[in-house]
């Protein structure tokens, strides 16, 4: 991850209860955004996403490599509307192990290129990722909403945090 | 805004090499995340070490699930392991290069477990020993971690110019 010398906490979640999503809507002045989420676990094993500007059009793609503990693999979502992935796609995540995602996306204030997105999570009992996220939009990231994935929810105690970074 | 990607403590190998590297007194007021970027090589003979890192000094409910590249094939894991563990390039690697890993660890004085992550890299410019690793770790214990020691396994020593920073990061 890159370490600037702006690395400017914009906002900060904790959940005191259960929460379907996470939603970031007021940032700017930076280049890049990058999302710390900690203590995740979901009451129901869902696959959680991220969607930007509410757009539930079918624009978000992810690839990613993961391993299972025995094997490496990888695959892909094409034309999602979901949102770009951030967790476990196989097996949602874990209802009693906590679990860390952190994302970074790149330049999302331009409005001339579609929006690609860097992405780890981690959760010891299952699996580790690695994900790149497109969203084919030029247009500005203004919101990011964090779902927890159909009828789950963040448990609560899971803190979300927004950092932004800019550009020397 | 305030600038909180501050650096907390260093250390850079001396001449004649250090068994391992400790960061003590970590703060417990004014960060909620710590990342640790260790800049390292070992001395011992051969090519893959390990980079291990205990957290308050203890050595177990370390758990960890990783994937990695060698080059030429993915592959994956999982342990129970003594401290968190990485590669590491050892004496038999190409001189004058270093292994580099970066640990992030979220929420480092919570109550919780603590769920970090770890890049790694090990580049020699070699058709062999190559990795790249990306792992995920759990210290399945409450304690609030107060310090942190890096060493390699086998007692192996840091080789000189091997380093380590300590940075903390505030979320409000």
């Avoid at chain 1, 580790?128 to 105690?157: D, E, K, P, Q």
């Avoid at chain 2, 992550?117 to 399945?140: H, K, M």
Wanted: glycine residues 10%.
């Amino acid at each position: 991850m890159a370490a600037g010398s702006t690395y400017t906490p914009i906002s900060t979640t904790t959940l005191g209860s259960a929460q379907s999503s996470v939603t970031f809507s007021s940032f700017s002045g930076y280049t890049d955004l990058v999302i710390v989420c900690a203590n995740l676990k979901n009451a129901v094993q869902q696959t959680p996403f991220m969607q930007f500007n509410s757009d539930t059009g079918t624009n978000y793609s992810s690839t990613w490599i993961l391993g299972n503990g025995s094997s490496a693999s990888s695959s892909r979502l094409s034309n999602s509307s979901s949102g770009i992935l951030i967790g476990d796609y196989n097996i949602g995540m874990s209802s009693t192990v906590p679990s860390t995602a952190i994302i970074q996306i790149q330049n999302y204030s331009n409005t001339t290129t579609y929006k690609s997105t860097l992405g780890r999570y981690n959760l010891t009992t299952t699996e580790v990722y690695a994900i790149a996220g497109l969203w084919r939009s030029t247009s500005a990231i203004t919101s990011i909403a964090l779902n927890a994935g159909g009828s789950s929810n963040w448990s609560s105690g899971a803190t979300f945090t927004l950092y932004g970074i800019l550009a020397a | 805004m305030a600038n909180t990607y501050t650096l907390i403590a260093s250390s850079t190998v001396g001449a004649g090499g250090a068994s391992s590297i400790t960061f003590s007194g970590i703060p417990q007021t004014g960060y909620t995340d710590l990342v640790v970027k260790v800049s390292g090589r070992a001395s011992g003979s051969g090519y893959d070490f390990h980079l291990n890192a205990y957290l308050n000094n203890s050595t177990t409910a370390y758990t960890e699930r990783a994937v990695y590249g060698s080059g030429s094939s993915a592959f994956s894991y999982s342990a129970s392991i003594a401290g968190y563990s990485a590669s590491l390039m050892g004496a038999s690697g190409t001189a004058n290069t270093f292994g580099n890993a970066e640990i992030y660890i979220p929420n480092y004085t919570s109550s919780n477990y603590k769920s970090y992550s770890v890049d790694n890299v090990t580049e020699l410019n070699s058709a062999t020993n190559n990795r790249a690793d990306l792992l995920a770790g759990l210290w399945s214990n409450t304690a609030a971690i107060t310090s942190i020691v890096v060493t390699t396994d086998d007692g192996t020593a840091f080789v000189q110019y091997s380093t380590a920073y300590l940075y903390g990061i505030s979320n409000s």
